[in-house]
C-alpha cells in the first residue's frame, strides 16, 4: 500500500489540536492546528461549509468534519484529491471506531489518550512521500 498522506490532525470543536503527526519535526502541530483553524472559521463566514480543502504551494490539505472534530490530512498535490480524501475517511472512520463517536464528550483532556493512535496513522502517513512522488 503506498502512503499518501504527508500529515495528519485532529483538532477539537475549540480549535485545539488533539492529534498529531507532523513529518517536519521543526513545525509546532499547535500552531498548524491553529492555523487550520483560523481558516475553517474565516470560510465558515464566507460559506457555511466552511473549508473542505485548499492548496498552499505544492502541498494540497483536505479537512473533514464528524462529530464535533476536524480532521486535517496534507499530501503533496501529485497526490489525486480523491485518493487523500478516501484515506483522510478511513483514518476518521479508524478513529471513531477506536475511540467512539461520543469521545469528547467523555474526554478529560488527556491527550495521552490519542498516543496509541499512531500505530493506525502510521500505515498511512509516510515522512518521505515526497522522495517517492518525486521519484514517479
Known sequence: ?????????ILNSAGNTIYEHISDKTIEGQLVGM?????DSFANQID????????LSDTRFS???????????????????K???EELNSLT???FDKYGKDIMIKWDGDLGLFENF???VERSVDDNVLDFLDGI
Request: aromatic letters at 8%.
Open 1 to 9: 500500500m503506498v502512503k499518501l498522506i504527508r500529515d495528519f490532525l
Open 35 to 39: 492555523l487550520m483553524s483560523a481558516l
Open 48 to 55: 457555511e461549509g466552511g473549508l473542505q480543502n485548499f492548496e
Open 63 to 81: 479537512l473533514l468534519k464528524k462529530h464535533g472534530l476536524i480532521f486535517i490530512a496534507s499530501s503533496s498535490q501529485k497526490v489525486k484529491e
Open 83 to 85: 485518493n487523500l480524501l
Open 93 to 95: 472512520e479508524s478513529f
Open 118 to 120: 499512531d500505530q493506525i
